[in-house]
């Protein structure tokens, strides 16, 4: 049974940072991609970055880019996300999720964490 447990998370001020982690428990070896989402109140859920399990490959959405950074730890079984800068309309709930394809829909992940609470005060 996969199970992907998430940690970290918090309010911080705007500019400061946070880093989210997400430890998979028996993943599956189809399991290639694994990705961070995130919901704002009243907002559909959104990709943030996206990571090949297998290799470095890695993708963000253009609001994230140059601020966050996603990494993964074999050893570990899990993945990150740094994020720096932090502004206030990254105000979320962030999940992690995995799939088998490196794709930006929610749709495509089978696999969710439970989510956690980023506040960026203003």
């Known amino acids: 049974q996969v199970q992907l447990v998430q940690s970290g998370g918090g309010l911080v001020q705007a500019g400061g940072s946070l880093r989210l982690s997400c430890v998979v428990f028996e993943r599956a070896p189809n399991l290639n991609s694994m990705a961070w989402f995130r919901q704002a109140p009243g907002k559909e859920r959104e990709f943030v970055s996206m990571?090949?399990?297998?290799?470095?490959?890695?993708y963000y959405a253009d609001s994230a880019k140059g601020r966050f950074t996603v990494s993964r730890d074999y050893a570990r079984n899990t993945i990150y996300l740094q994020m720096n800068s932090l502004k206030h309309e990254d105000t979320a709930v962030y999940y992690c999720?995995?799939?088998?394809?490196?794709?930006?829909?929610?749709?495509?992940?089978?696999?969710w964490g439970q989510g956690t609470q980023v506040t960026v005060s203003s």
């Open positions: 990571i090949d399990w297998n290799d470095d490959f890695t």
């Open positions: 999720a995995a799939g088998r394809d490196l794709l930006t829909s929610s749709s495509a992940y089978a696999y």
